[in-house]
């Protein structure tokens, strides 16, 4: 079942296009075609019939023959998802069957930061490109290092003609089953039984047969693509033969390779088939269409955003009267946010209405559904799914800041984690603010409020505070890849366990951990602890807003006499 219709994928990916890099060896530059006496035979037919494509498409064209110039390009002007790069897979005049240079390409735009359509256009073999260039993205089983040596040390005592039978009884469907990340399945069982001839004990054919496979890639493979490769990561392809779509995904890199025997007018029709066949997730065609969105917007967005000279000279005096660099850099980073989201809400209607078309539910249960365009694991229950949901509503982006209400950090006590929720408010918490008193006498130590957290992490325990979320007594957590609750209030007495904790650098979080003290107990007399805390999740304003709040209204309650009867 597809996630996405077709002509939703289409609207994604492909219409956004507006600017095509036509590369090839055997394409002439625009100088190159003025040029008097060039030595070099180039494809000028070829050439023109591409070129002559994407103008007819609308779209802006360049072409180039050397693969220097698109690694620049990709650096210093940053290919954004709105283009498409049409790529020959050998681009080495010299050596017609050296794939490195489009190989190292293709790293470069699977790492990079935005993502990249590729159509490789080669006369090479489809399939076997495909196999390259997954392995050249990171496709296969990584071993371990002393699996690795094993194996080795295997081969390497092997006689040449029993290695060569080894080595010929890995086919194709073994190889392309590595790629795909899978363990090893029937249709090794060549391979499975050449490696017994050869003494291997059955426990380690597993091993053996995925380090096969990686020496057939490292043996043909330029050692140049071998030494950058992304070591080992999830890739998606397509190997089916007789199929007229093939494909490859990783990262922010989607590729079709089209052989050139066909001509340039399918190019497009081939992308779209090769992206209805990948299938991608809802979500992941909802931020392409966004970004396409807000690069469509242009400066017409711009100048709603901007308002008036009014308005901006507020928001540079916010930054100008920063006290220093630290704070100059919060100022930036909020007006950023605030002008990202006046940007988002200029055009937010029409990517609203792709959302809505694309996000169906159908005859579907809704966590069926869910799991199902998410690509989830069958088995996956629904309490990890409605965790993940609640997760989604009650926290926020966890990065470096200074601390604020709604931050969640633990400690190492006693070779137990605590944990806490800061319940003092953000304004208390300014560094410059409070430079008298009590709080001018500890700089740049800061007293903060924090409400200590009993951490929920058993499925089960996980499960009956999910069907209470709506109490408000818990927020919801991913620690260390596990779904986790943590309760805020007692479940009978419904009280917060507030305590006071001290913070160093004015509470400055730097790569998610910041020094200071905890206030203890020892022989009847108090006693301050250095410790280092390591923020875990932050919560949503409105979350945390709430749970200041309620902190404050126990601190602020009376209590008054009355007598139960017995």
């Excluded at 330029?222 to 950058?228: D, K, L, T, Y």
């Excluded at 966590?367 to 949901?389: F, G, Q, R, T, W």
């Excluded at 070779?415 to 008193?437: E, H, I, R, T």
């Excluded at 305590?499 to 979080?509: H, K, P, R």
Aim: glycine content about 6%; charged content about 25%.
């Amino acid at each position: 079942m597809s996630n996405v219709s077709a002509e939703m994928l289409k609207e994604a990916f492909i219409d956004p296009i507006r600017f095509a890099l036509l590369l090839d060896d055997d394409f002439p530059t625009y100088t190159q075609m003025t040029a008097q006496g060039a030595s070099q035979a180039f494809d000028y037919k070829r050439a023109g019939e591409l070129f002559t494509f994407c103008r007819q498409k609308g779209w802006l064209c360049d072409v180039d023959n050397a693969a220097a110039v698109t690694e620049k390009f990709e650096r210093e002007k940053h290919l954004n998802q709105s283009d498409l790069l049409v790529l020959d897979f050998h681009l080495e005049p010299t050596k017609k069957d050296d794939p490195s240079k489009a190989l190292s390409i293709l790293q470069e735009l699977a790492r990079s930061e935005h993502f990249n359509l590729v159509i490789i256009y080669t006369g090479a073999d489809p399939v076997q490109v495909v196999r390259e260039v997954s392995f050249s993205l990171g496709g296969g089983n990584e071993l371990s290092q002393q699996d690795f040596k094993d194996a080795e040390v295997f081969f390497e005592d092997l006689d040449q003609a029993v290695l060569d039978d080894v080595m010929q009884s890995c086919n194709l469907a073994t190889i392309e089953n590595y790629l795909s990340g899978r363990r090893p399945n029937g249709s090794s069982v060549d391979l499975r039984a050449a490696l017994l001839r050869a003494g291997a004990n059955v426990r380690t054919h597993n091993v053996l047969i995925d380090y096969v496979c990686a020496e057939h890639f490292i043996k043909t493979i330029p050692e140049s693509v071998i030494h950058s490769r992304l070591g080992f990561r999830k890739v998606e392809a397509s190997f089916t033969q007789g199929n007229e779509t093939k494909w490859v995904s990783q990262g922010n890199l989607f590729a079709v390779v089209v052989h050139k025997s066909e001509n340039p007018n399918v190019l497009v029709e081939r992308l779209h088939s090769a992206l209805v066949e990948w299938n991608p997730s809802p979500l992941r065609v909802l931020m392409i269409h966004a970004r396409a969105s807000l690069e469509k917007a242009g400066t017409v967005a711009d100048e709603k955003v901007l308002d008036t000279p009014r308005r901006q000279a507020g928001w540079l005096l916010r930054i100008l009267l920063a006290k220093d660099d630290a704070e100059g850099r919060r100022y930036i980073q909020e007006l950023y946010g605030r002008l990202f989201e006046r940007l988002i809400h200029s055009v937010e209607g029409g990517m609203i209405d792709f959302g809505m078309r694309l996000i169906v539910r159908g005859d579907l249960d809704p966590v069926d559904a869910a799991k199902l365009m998410a690509a989830a694991p069958a088995a996956m229950s629904n309490d990890n799914i409605y965790h993940a949901l609640n997760e989604h509503l009650c926290s926020d982006l966890n990065k470096d800041m200074v601390m604020t209400t709604g931050v969640i950090f633990r400690a190492d006590r006693n070779g137990a984690d605590s944990y806490w929720l800061c319940v003092s408010p953000a304004c208390d918490l300014v560094p410059g603010q409070n430079v008298g008193g009590w709080d001018g006498d500890l700089h740049p130590i800061r007293p903060i409020s924090a409400v200590r957290l009993s951490p929920v992490k058993n499925s089960q325990a996980i499960a009956l505070r999910l069907k209470e979320a709506t109490q408000g007594r818990h927020v919801f957590v991913h620690i260390d890849n596990v779904p986790v609750a943590l309760e805020v209030a007692d479940s009978n007495s419904r009280q917060m366990k507030i305590e006071t904790i001290l913070i160093a650098n004015e509470g400055v979080i730097d790569d998610s951990r910041f020094d200071g003290f905890t206030i203890g107990c020892l022989d009847r007399g108090p006693v301050v602890q250095s410790i280092v805390f390591e923020v875990v999740a932050v919560l949503r304003a409105d979350y945390a807003n709430r749970l200041l709040a309620e902190s404050g209204y126990q601190r602020s309650r009376i209590g008054i006499d009355f007598v139960n009867l017995p």
